[in-house]
């Protein structure tokens, strides 16, 4: 896939230039906004990058390209964990449940997820806890049955999410399966009353077993709004990590630099297509790189 | 540190206070707070460097107002431009001379394409029209189904002689393009005066499927080719808008989950970089949750205006 990296051809290009003065930084910032890091990270990172220009007193661009580099790497934080809590405890599976704005990829990611956690020997099983969207609970079942695996659904439109959560657990734990998927509607976080309906199907769920991950769905092309999505929704249900989806496009999803840096939340895995085989882990340097890419 | 515009301008507008004249390094200041407000409101950076320079020279070159102070002017100014950008040039749906008018809608995955196309229809029947919904998703997962659900409810029929993507066919078969056409003719057939076709997400890069919406748009003579984006989109809205644009010469702009608290500077990025009219917005999952794009609203709502002209009348 070709990807557009407006960020890595202007930057790099801009640091072979010798002298580094004040458009040059102004560019740089523009740079990295086109990235979708967001005014504050890029202004932060530029900031730093020229306190450490001055401080070490290199002009040299690949010195000057490298600490780009590290800065970037800072932000994003190689050290967080990004494994995902997906073994049996005692009789307990692991419970997780995928939440986020509308449209982003949550259902798709439940396909594509447990194809990931089928070829690692694991038995899972899906619940259809978006019982609001037309057609939500046969699209899932639709990726159950491609990737051989279980859904729990309701067949009343509108059924109690949280019931159907509920049912999708209890039926893992009595099946003994490793993993229980749970997809839930989209949902736009500055609407209350559905904020408060996913809280309720977790502590519906835990009455079962425990929510071990909560994972939060981003969509790469998402601008400045994805940090209140990521705030509002880890207030709500305690969110373990984020899944950036739709990498595959041209947006570079820099906006998870902010989230990680606000609020530590990891990106675990990342969305590369439509396809169940279209998800792999985060890598810091990886996605840093495409970031940087020529 | 400042969190909204408001505050920020407020403090330029202190400084600002009591002169007479607005200089050059008055005027940046300003630009200065304007531009972090638009690119915090996730408009494109080279339509936010194009639209201040815009701004810096009308108010250097404008008459001062008596009734304004300097910065108020600015102000004033930026909020004209912005609408002019956003509602230069509103319209409605132009319908073909001799029916079916045909819509298609096109954009990227998950921007809201099946929700609006029932949407849409409900609006088109409440009108008197008699619209037919055409499903030519075959790839996503009950897309198909998703359609005839919101016909369903918008009490339209659904035009779907291929199933899609399902349980019982796991891989994506038919002809998208095909689907569409027998579209067109069953409308003429049962007499539908227009006809809307919902088709499958994609992205700009991919050719492939470019290619295919672009061939649906020559093989059906759209009337109207609504490109349906994202209000919560960030800076890729450039990129996807132009391939959108090159893809299909979309003919209008449709600006969906404006329900959430996104600021949508897509909108003006949209507006500016393809000069296509933003038509619709899409406010919900409801199928009566959409209306007639109102561009001063827009307007207000990038920059934080509401406030930011309370100050003006405060200042
Ligand atoms: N290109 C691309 N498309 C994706 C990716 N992930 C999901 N999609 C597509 O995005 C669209 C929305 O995906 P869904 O999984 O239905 O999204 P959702 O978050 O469940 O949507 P709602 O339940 O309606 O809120 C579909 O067309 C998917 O095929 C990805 O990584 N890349
Ligand atoms: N809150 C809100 N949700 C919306 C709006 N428009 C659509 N949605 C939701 O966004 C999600 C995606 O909408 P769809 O209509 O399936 O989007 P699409 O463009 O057809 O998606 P693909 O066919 O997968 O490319 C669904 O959950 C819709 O209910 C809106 O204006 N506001
Ligand atoms: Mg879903
Ligand atoms: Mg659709």
Same mark, same amino acid.
């Given at each position: 896939v070709k990807t557009n990296n407006i960020f890595g051809k202007g930057l790099l290009s801009l640091l072979s230039t010798d002298d580094i003065d004040e458009d040059v930084w102004d560019e740089i910032e523009e740079t990295l906004l086109l990235a979708d890091l967001g005014t504050d990270a890029s202004m932060e990172l530029v900031d730093n990058l020229r306190d450490r220009v001055t401080i070490e007193g290199s002009k040299d661009p690949a010195a000057v390209k490298q600490m780009l580099r590290e800065e970037l790497i800072k932000l994003i934080d190689p050290t967080l964990d990004r494994s995902l809590d997906d073994d049996r405890l005692g009789t307990d599976p692991s419970v997780m449940m995928v939440v986020g704005v509308n449209g982003v990829g949550k259902t798709t990611t439940v396909g594509k997820l447990a194809r990931v956690l089928v070829a690692e020997d694991k038995d899972v099983i899906l619940g =259809? =806890? +978006?019982?609001? *969207? !037309? !057609?939500a609970a046969e699209q899932l079942t639709t990726w159950g049955a491609r990737i051989g695996v279980p859904t729990v659904r309701s067949d009343v439109e509108g059924a109690d999410p949280a019931s159907v959560a509920f049912d999708a657990v209890a039926a893992g734990v009595e099946n003994e399966v490793d993993v229980v998927l749970v997809d839930t509607a989209g949902r736009l976080q500055n609407k209350a009353g559905l904020m408060d309906e996913l809280g309720k199907i977790k502590r519906v769920i835990e009455k079962k077993a425990p929510v071990r991950e909560v994972l939060l769905v981003i969509d790469a092309t998402t601008g400045q709004n994805g940090l209140s999505q990521a705030k509002v929704f880890s207030e709500a249900v305690n969110v373990t990590g984020i899944v950036l989806t /739709? %990498? &595959? @496009?041209? !947006? /570079?999803? $820099?906006?998870v630099v902010a989230i990680q840096r606000q609020l530590g939340v990891p990106v675990k895995l990342i969305g590369l297509g439509e396809g169940a085989d279209d998800l792999a882990p985060f890598e810091t340097e990886a996605f840093v790189e495409a970031l940087l890419a020529e | 540190m400042f969190n909204s515009l408001s505050d920020r301008l407020t403090a330029t507008f202190k400084n600002l206070r009591g002169k007479g004249r607005l200089s050059e390094a008055d005027i940046d200041g300003t630009a200065r707070e304007i531009r972090r407000a638009l690119l915090d409101a996730d408009v494109a950076v080279p339509v936010v460097r194009q639209f201040i320079a815009a701004v810096k020279e009308r108010a250097l070159g404008e008459d001062l107002s008596k009734a304004l102070n300097p910065a108020q002017q600015v102000v004033k100014i930026v909020n004209e431009e912005l609408v002019n950008i956003l509602g230069g040039k509103t319209r409605n749906l132009e319908f073909a001379k001799t029916p079916p008018t045909v819509i298609m809608l096109a954009g990227l995955q998950g921007a809201g394409k099946t929700t609006l196309a029932g949407k849409l229809s409900k609006w088109l029947k409440d009108q008197g029209h008699t619209p037919l919904l055409v499903a030519c +998703? %075959?790839? *996503?997962?009950n897309a198909v189904t998703q359609l005839q659900v919101n016909g369903q409810r918008a009490g339209v029929p659904v035009f779907a002689p291929h199933p899609g993507v399902q349980s019982e066919h796991e891989e994506a078969t038919g002809d998208p393009v095909k689907v569409a056409l027998d579209g067109v003719a069953e409308a003429k057939q049962k007499l539908h005066d227009v006809v809307i076709i919902d088709t499958a997400g994609r992205l700009g890069v991919d050719e492939v499927l470019m290619t295919q919406a672009r061939d649906i748009r020559n093989a059906v003579q759209a009337d109207e080719v609504l490109f349906v984006i994202d209000a919560m989109i960030g800076q890729d809205a450039v990129t996807t808008a132009q391939a959108f644009n090159e893809g299909v010469n979309f003919t209008g702009v449709v600006l969906t989950? %404006? &329900?959430? &608290? =996104?600021? @949508?500077?897509a909108a003006l990025s949209v507006a500016s970089v393809t000069g296509k009219p933003v038509m619709f917005s899409s406010t919900g999952e $409801? %199928? /009566?949750d959409f209306e007639v794009f109102h561009p001063d609203r827009m307007a207000s709502r990038i920059l934080d205006m509401g406030d930011v002209l309370t100050l003006i009348e405060q200042a």
């Open positions: =259809a =806890a +978006d019982t609001f *969207r !037309a !057609a /739709k %990498l &595959d @496009g041209t !947006a /570079k999803g $820099g906006i | +998703d %075959l790839q *996503r997962p989950k %404006l &329900d959430g &608290d =996104a600021r @949508g500077g $409801g %199928l /009566k």
